[in-house]
């Protein structure tokens, strides 16, 4: 007891007398929750030329029409295609849509010219969003001639914050739980204080576990920054209770906090530890659901998120947060949590022990 | 020059002779950008989908094209609606379909609540396009042709990777150029060297120059192997020039290692320099490129926020030269905002080295 | 019992490089043994294996049974962000002491070398001498009957220097063996034995004033004679 006392006591002064922890503690919630979700899931507006032949009155309504949607910026006139995409080389439009001649006649005649969508394929996003919002615009219906009612759940208004701020909380607790602990050990390697803490005999399982205990502890805090956060900028509440969510957060950061452990414990030196932690965060980041959702995945990266310790706090979370879904959906990752923290915990004391 | 030289080959040799680090600037970037080239995507993938039928074997054609659909991986049949919500969480779908009967007659013989899983909002016509579509064919076929012809300019089947593999490229830029070099300015500093190299006659720019070099030729030739695993793995060729392709990519890495020089230059340890280059550096230029998300679909603010990062540039550049074949004059305001942004970082890195060499 | 350590062909190799070579050794109660050699030399891997912190090639070691030892390290191996007594703290924790016999070594240590006025000071803000002295009280903490000293002068000054050796000799006469490894040869006086290495290997064993009476009584013709 005394001596978990004491290297507790003695991560919690480190801690406190080390100001980068704690301004990498405030400004993950400040840049990553406050900052970064302001930028995301909002309707893309976009700006489009019309290119009209026909200069008739059914044009002019087309024109019209794009001119009142919300969804478009006011459309910008052209004489033909060509100047049209010369505007699209320089990134002022996005989407041409060019009004054949004889497009009136046409739809007095009940055969209409078809009309002619040029959008930007290299701007792949927002043509894929751009061109059904328009062909719908300008058709006045969507494909299925309105016998489909849409419920939208979880978010009725088609802002993804909601789904971003799950994952960029998820994005905060991996930074702070990886850099801390991985920093704290590299550094404990460099000055050979590791060396002299084993040469006492103290048990490495005490030594490393109230080590992670404490980091844990500070993963928490830095959860109910973020969440301060996320509630004082956009509201955001939790679905689930806040037990639960603790909870959850708890068991799952341990394989992340393990993972820096264990990464400090392979690197040589603290550069090396340094590099390798940026590299894998980047992996574990891009190959979760935080940047695109899972169902975004195919094949082999499917599988990989699917075992990405990241990955399973983030949908976790979205669960407690976002969908309020009980527990016993989640147990296979709670489980796998554990799993994986005993592994890399045990892999971790046997790298820390043998330094060479 | 020799003095550029010298600085130039003890920093190469130091990189060369740490074989994991070596390992980590060399070969992990090239899976980096293999295995993230694949996985990330902005096109729905696979659809896990739930149907309750309550309108009887009548509905069995429409249940077949919905099963039938493309991406569909896995289709739950619920005995009831009520069972809806729960398949949500029991199953991890990201939609459902109830299927009752409609008002009578031929045109209306079913009724469809469909329930999308909206948390991603930019999947949601993803979903419920392809399932839209899959009841038309089912009650109407898939006749009555489209009043609408669309083509898809620069990516005429629609790539999705072209959305992918220039954020990725920044990425990987971002990390070797800004990040790590960061990192090595600093490590002069936490080591002392500093202050040898203060003693001898190379000024602080020589000092600089030689550093950079190697860095700079590292990014070269990541830059030229990942243009050639976007062409023979993602099929993604150049339209554009090759030369200014590989100079504007060229510009950017000097421009992120501008960047790192600056905040290496004035961080204390090097874990301050990670700090910096992550929250205020790679971070944002990740979410406000428009890697992850279109600029366009940001606020007015945050659009102008956007426009001063160097990745914003980077993604625009990158494909208006590569994709759009778009030669020097249409790119122009973003190598020019690359340059003068490069400009002011290596002065302002520069006094602060003088600075940190002559108190030294 | 008064042999404390007996090391038999201990050898450890990196790949091709033999960092110790066929080292063998006996230590016994109140003997200081300085251990001399050019950087490379194999004094800092012999003390790790010995510790436990690297595994030996071949040969071995033996410790006399509930022998308690002490290690000091080449950059000191304390915990920068803590103040002197807080170090003294967590590393009697860390050793198990009971209360009262750490309190007793630890006001010991600090009144003998003088450590009153840096109580409260972080240790990384502490001249090297100092961190010196208050590296080598923790390694004597928890009473030590083997103590391994890994340059633990390197950076003194020759004040500094003789103070430390002074503490060790002191060590000394209370029966513990001590294993010092040091550039120093000047120190070689304040040893029993010392032992010369060379790439791993052991060129001269022996008193320190009868090798140099050898060597024409001057062990540094003798240290340049074994490194040619």
């Known amino acids: 007891m005394k001596r978990f006392y004491y290297i507790f006591k003695h991560e919690v002064l480190a801690f406190v007398r080390f100001p980068l922890m704690i301004i990498l503690l405030l400004l993950c919630p400040i840049v990553v929750i406050g900052f970064i979700p302001q930028t995301l899931g909002h309707s893309i507006k976009f700006n489009c030329a019309i290119v009209d032949m026909d200069h008739s009155y059914a044009s002019m309504e087309i024109g019209q029409k794009i001119l009142s949607s919300e969804y478009c910026l006011p459309p910008i006139w052209c004489g033909s295609v060509e100047e049209a995409m010369h505007l699209m080389e320089y990134n002022s439009v996005l989407l041409i849509v060019s009004i054949p001649e004889g497009y009136e006649r046409g739809i007095a005649l009940g055969n209409p010219e078809k009309i002619t969508l040029l959008a930007d394929g290299s701007r792949v996003i927002e043509a894929d969003i751009a061109v059904p919002k328009m062909i719908s615009l300008l058709s006045d219906n969507d494909a299925s001639g309105g016998i489909i009612n849409l419920h939208r759940l979880f978010n009725s208004e088609e802002h993804s914050e909601q789904y971003y701020l799950v994952s960029l909380i998820s994005m905060s607790l991996l930074i702070i739980a990886m850099f801390l602990i991985g920093l704290n050990i590299a550094g404990e390697k460099k000055h050979n204080t590791l060396s002299q803490i084993i040469v006492t005999g103290v048990d490495m399982r005490l030594y490393l576990g109230t080590k992670v205990l404490f980091y844990s502890l500070v993963v928490i805090l830095e959860l109910f920054l973020c969440l301060a956060m996320g509630y004082i900028v956009y509201d955001m509440t939790i679905d689930s209770g806040i037990g639960q969510l603790v909870m959850v957060t708890y068991i799952l950061t341990f394989p992340l906090l393990f993972l820096g452990v264990f990464i400090a414990s392979v690197a040589r030196n603290d550069i090396q530890a340094l590099y390798l932690m940026i590299f894998l965060m980047i992996f574990l980041v891009m190959l979760s659901s935080i940047i695109a959702p899972l169902a975004n995945m195919s094949g082999i990266s499917y599988y990989f998120c699917r075992m990405n310790p990241v990955n399973w706090l983030t949908e976790s979370l979205r669960v407690v947060i976002t969908y309020g879904y009980p527990l016993r959906t989640i147990l296979p990752e709670l489980i796998a949590g554990i799993l994986l923290s005993v592994i890399f915990f045990f892999s971790s004391i046997r790298l820390l022990k043998r330094i060479n | 020059m020799r003095g550029i030289w010298t600085v130039a080959r003890k920093e190469l040799s130091h990189i060369l002779r740490d074989k994991v680090s070596g390992l980590i600037l060399f070969v992990l970037p090239a899976l980096f950008f293999i295995s993230i080239g694949f996985a990330i995507s902005v096109d729905i993938e696979r659809i896990d989908l739930a149907i309750a039928n309550t309108a009887g074997p009548k509905a069995n054609e429409v249940i077949n094209h919905l099963c039938n659909m493309n991406k569909v991986s896995k289709v739950v049949m619920l005995n009831s609606p009520s069972e809806v919500e729960e398949s949500f969480a029991r199953d991890g779908i990201v939609a459902a379909i109830v299927i009752s009967e409609g008002e009578g007659g031929y045109n209306a013989p079913f009724k469809f609540d469909l329930f999308i899983n909206c948390s991603f909002a930019t999947n949601i016509l993803a979903i419920r396009n392809p399932i839209s579509s899959a009841i038309k064919n089912a009650l109407i076929g898939p006749g009555n042709d489209s009043p609408f012809t669309v083509r898809y300019l620069y990516n005429s089947d629609l790539n999705r990777k072209m959305a992918t593999i220039p954020g990725v490229i920044m990425i990987i830029l971002i990390v070797v150029s800004t990040i790590i070099f960061s990192i090595s300015i600093n490590k002069e500093k936490v080591h002392g060297t500093s202050r040898l190299l203060s003693l001898t006659p190379l000024g602080p720019m020589i000092i600089v120059i030689g550093k950079l070099i190697p860095y700079f030729l590292i990014s070269l030739i990541h830059i030229s192997y990942l243009i050639f695993l976007g062409q023979s793995i993602f099929g993604l060729g150049i339209n554009g020039s090759f030369l200014l392709y590989f100079l504007f990519c060229a510009l950017f890495s000097l421009n992120s290692m501008m960047l790192g020089l600056l905040v290496g230059s004035y961080c204390k340890t090097y874990e301050a320099a990670l700090i910096i280059c992550w929250f205020f550096i790679f971070t944002p230029n990740l979410f406000l490129s428009g890697f992850v998300m279109p600029v366009n679909s940001m606020p007015e603010t945050m659009q102008k926020i956007a426009r001063l990062h160097n990745g914003y540039h980077f993604i625009e550049g990158y494909r208006g030269i590569a994709y759009k074949g778009t030669g020097l004059s249409e790119n122009l305001p973003h190598i020019l905002f690359l340059t003068i942004q490069s400009l002011i970082a290596f002065i302002i890195a520069l006094l602060g080295f003088s600075r940190r060499y002559s108190k030294s | ?228």
């Open chain 3, 1 to 228: 019992m008064n042999r404390i350590l007996t090391i038999s062909s201990l050898t450890k190799r990196f790949g091709s490089l033999v960092a110790v070579q066929d080292f063998s050794l006996t230590l016994d109660k109140g003997d200081v043994v300085g251990v001399f050699g050019a950087n490379g030399a194999g004094k800092t891997t012999l003390i790790r294996m010995i510790i436990g912190l690297t595994k030996p090639t071949s040969g071995e070691f033996t410790i006399a049974t509930g022998c308690r030892i002490g290690y000091m390290s080449q950059s000191f191996s304390l915990v920068g962000t803590l103040t002197v007594m807080e170090n003294f703290e967590f590393y009697g924790a860390l050793y198990n002491l009971p209360q009262q016999e750490f309190i007793d070594q630890r006001d010991r240590f600090i009144t003998h070398f003088k450590m009153e006025e840096y109580l409260n000071v972080r240790t990384d803000r502490l001249p090297a001498g100092r961190k010196q002295l208050l590296a080598f009280s923790i390694s004597r903490l928890h009473s030590p009957t083997l103590l391994l000293l890994d340059e633990p002068t390197s950076g003194l000054d020759l004040l500094n220097r003789k103070r430390l050796w002074e503490a060790v000799r002191e060590a000394a006469e209370e029966g513990i063996a001590i294993m010092v490894s040091t550039h120093y040869l000047d120190e070689a006086y304040y040893c029993d034995k010392i032992v010369m290495m060379e790439r791993g290997a052991i060129k001269a064993y022996g008193d320190p004033v009868n090798l140099a009476n050898k060597a024409g009584g001057n062990l540094i013709n003798l240290f340049l004679e074994e490194m040619r």
